[in-house]
């Protein structure tokens, strides 16, 4: 179900247990086991215990004001919800359909603009509790992003383009930073890095306080705007990679897994040439 703007950090981990969550957004396989096998195993158990009085409840029911209105509501509700589920899978589907274009995307071109200036540090606390700053991964490349667990259309894209670009190469850091931190807790980071099945090297970083995240989105220039009654998030899908030695080098918008990648590589010959 939709979930409040703040709901209980044990509701998003209870859901992910319960149905478990694919990058898309939809449920995985044991999740849709229970959420339509179970319910329909109940179905068919009743209707064969008490078929024939079920039937004749429903046309007793269906001759009375007050049958005929609760069959309206029951009828109402299923077409709600089966509206609502329908754009979840659409959505979910497009997804996809964007993750596969974007991985058959061209290498990142040899004259896109290439910066050199300071990346703002912060500190911010991580899946496992800690207290992670950008500073402590000088030495080595960073990525950085801004997603948040209830997105269902940019963020499950740029999950899996950092998944697939970032993973191969063992030096690299990569920091998701929430946007949500209202509903991302630091509580909720352990099921939100479970559900987004983050290799290791991989951090989802939030606060106790969300003025601190909202701080770190606009030193990187993150413009976002939220909807205070559904909890929705509208934002860019920037992503930066941070050279070694703390300097933000490049800034992509929606990225395909190659430009990452090529950029990641850029450094390391860079750095080598330094040597």
């Not at 540090?121 to 209830?150: C, K, M, W, Y």
């Not at 899996?160 to 030096?171: E, F, I, M, N």
């Amino acid at each position: 179900m939709p979930l409040p703007s703040n709901p209980p950090d044990w509701v998003t981990a209870a859901r992910y247990a319960c149905f478990g969550s694919r990058e898309g957004g939809l449920p995985d396989a044991s999740g849709w086991i229970m959420l339509v096998l179970a319910p329909m195993s109940f179905l068919a158990g009743g209707v064969m215990l008490w078929g024939s009085d079920l039937g004749v409840s429903i046309v007793n029911a269906a001759h009375t004001r007050t049958g005929q209105c609760v069959i309206a509501v029951l009828v109402l509700a299923f077409v709600t919800e089966g509206t609502w589920v329908a754009r979840k899978v659409h959505a979910a589907r497009t997804v996809t359909t964007w993750a596969e274009a974007l991985a058959e995307a061209d290498e990142l071109p040899e004259a896109y603009p290439r910066q050199a200036i300071a990346a703002p540090d912060f500190r911010l606390i991580d899946q496992e509790g800690r207290s992670i700053s950008l500073s402590a991964f000088r030495g080595r490349p960073v990525v950085l992003t801004f997603v948040f667990a209830h997105c269902q259309t940019m963020c499950p894209i740029i999950v899996s383009t950092l998944k697939r670009s970032a993973t191969a190469d063992t030096a690299v850091e990569v920091l998701m930073v929430t946007l949500d931190p209202w509903r991302d807790t630091p509580g909720a980071l352990p099921a939100i890095a479970r559900q987004w099945e983050l290799p290791r090297r991989f951090h989802v970083l939030s606060s106790g306080t969300a003025s601190e995240v909202i701080r770190v989105a606009e030193a990187y220039g993150v413009r976002f705007e939220r909807n205070d009654r559904t909890g929705d998030i509208v934002h860019p899908g920037l992503v930066f990679v941070i050279d070694s030695q703390g300097q933000l080098v490049y800034t992509f918008n929606d990225p395909p897994p190659a430009w990452v990648r090529e950029a990641l590589d850029r450094l390391g010959r860079t750095h080598a040439s330094l040597r």
